[in-house]
């Protein structure tokens, strides 16, 4: 399969290879498919838990937001944290 990139293009594959980050541009297009891949899996997912939790609002009806609520959430996830809980991992940030 050939590729023809634009010269913007070209020039970001030419400057990681050339900062040794990939070896070939064939590396370059691998990594940025496998990080579009992994995105559109991660918003997939998202976008199903949205779903759901309007699905939930819809049956049952939702909690009220409110101050109080919002710091026992804080002080949930920061305790999870002292514990060494992990995130989920569709959540974290890399």
């Given at each position: 399969?050939?590729i023809?990139?634009?010269?913007?293009f070209?020039?970001?594959?030419?400057d990681?290879?050339?900062?040794g980050?990939?070896?070939d541009?064939v590396?370059?297009?691998?990594?940025?498919l496998a990080?579009?891949?992994k995105?559109?899996?991660r918003l997939a997912?998202?976008?199903a838990?949205i779903?759901?939790?309007?699905?939930?609002?819809?049956?049952n009806?939702?909690?009220?937001?409110t101050?109080?609520?919002?710091?026992?959430?804080?002080?949930?996830?920061i305790?999870?944290?002292?514990q060494?809980?992990?995130?989920n991992?569709a959540?974290?940030?890399e």
């Amino acid at each position: 399969m050939d590729i023809h990139l634009n010269d913007t293009f070209a020039m970001i594959v030419r400057d990681k290879i050339i900062a040794g980050d990939f070896s070939d541009p064939v590396e370059v297009v691998e990594a940025a498919l496998a990080f579009m891949d992994k995105r559109d899996r991660r918003l997939a997912w998202l976008r199903a838990e949205i779903d759901k939790g309007m699905k939930s609002y819809e049956e049952n009806g939702g909690i009220g937001w409110t101050p109080e609520l919002r710091d026992r959430l804080i002080e949930e996830a920061i305790e999870h944290a002292r514990q060494g809980k992990p995130a989920n991992d569709a959540l974290k940030i890399e």
